[in-house]
Structure formats: structure tokens, C-alpha cells
């Protein structure tokens, strides 16, 4: 399979609960995640969240990405924990079928799309909240989204 260029797009700011979330969206083709697709996804990332937002070391911050794939349906979900510690869970269904978003096997973590967010929101972090120009700022984190065709 070749690589092509993917659209991906900051969807929404999301806040479940207690949790501040930015929500991506990746389509293999050039319109967003359908909302058959992308309602799902947030009830189930809502459900894998912990209940308790900022207890643990938590932030109560994160990122979900929701990926419309030629093959398959995938939603990953990943929040801040400690300074530097990120918590990821992917989740996968068949394209194709009636969306059944299931957990994936251990030790799979997203396919060269999904990197991509997940690259900027590690920048994002460490320019917003391990920068040595400032305090940690938890709303320039938020604020900083990632849109391209890459």
C-alpha cells in the first residue's frame, strides 16, 4: 500500500465530565468523520476516562482522534498524567459493519496518521507545560490545535 495524505482536523474542544479534550478527526477520504462514526467514539472515550479528572497526577487533559479508514474505523483516546506521562487506548472496528469500537490488541498504539496528532500534542505539551520561558499553562495547551493533509 502506498502512503497518501490524509486530512486531518481539529473537530471540537470536548469536555466530558470534569475533562477539557481536543477532538481530532482523520478521513481517508476529504470529508470529515461521519457523526455515525464520531458519536460513538465520544461516549465510548468518555467511558474510558477516568472518573476523576485531576486526581493521580492527572491534568484532567487531553486528546481523542477519531479515524475514518479505508480499511477500518479506529478512535484513540490520550490524557496527561504527572508532567509526562501520557495515557493512550486505541480502539478499532471494521469498516464496513455496524460500529463496534473494540479495544486493540496490547502493544499497538495507532497507525502513521494517528502519529501525527499525537506528535504535535507531545510538542504542544512540552512548549505549554516544560517550556523554560514560563509557568505551565494549561489553556495554551488547550488552544494549541493541529490541522494539515499530511
Not at 495524505?5 to 466530558?16: G, V, Y
Not at 484513540?76 to 479495544?103: C, M
Amino acid at each position: 500500500m502506498k502512503y497518501r495524505a490524509r486530512p486531518i482536523r481539529f473537530l471540537q474542544h470536548w469536555t466530558p465530565g470534569e475533562w477539557r479534550l481536543k477532538v481530532y478527526g482523520i478521513s481517508a477520504w476529504s470529508k470529515p468523520p461521519p457523526p455515525e462514526l464520531v458519536t460513538p467514539a465520544l461516549a465510548l472515550a468518555e467511558g474510558t476516562l477516568p472518573a476523576r479528572a485531576t486526581e493521580e497526577g492527572r491534568h484532567g487533559v487531553g486528546f481523542c482522534g477519531i479515524h475514518e479508514g479505508k480499511n477500518a474505523r479506529f478512535m484513540f483516546v490520550s490524557w496527561w498524567g504527572k508532567l509526562y506521562e501520557l495515557n493512550h487506548y486505541l480502539f478499532r472496528s471494521p469498516r464496513g459493519a455496524t460500529i463496534d469500537l473494540q479495544p486493540v490488541e496490547r502493544g499497538l498504539i495507532g497507525c502513521t496518521w494517528d502519529l501525527h496528532i499525537i506528535n504535535f500534542e507531545r510538542d504542544a505539551w512540552l512548549a505549554s507545560m516544560m517550556g523554560e520561558d514560563g509557568e505551565p499553562n494549561l489553556e495554551t495547551y488547550l488552544a494549541a490545535t493541529f490541522n494539515a493533509d499530511t
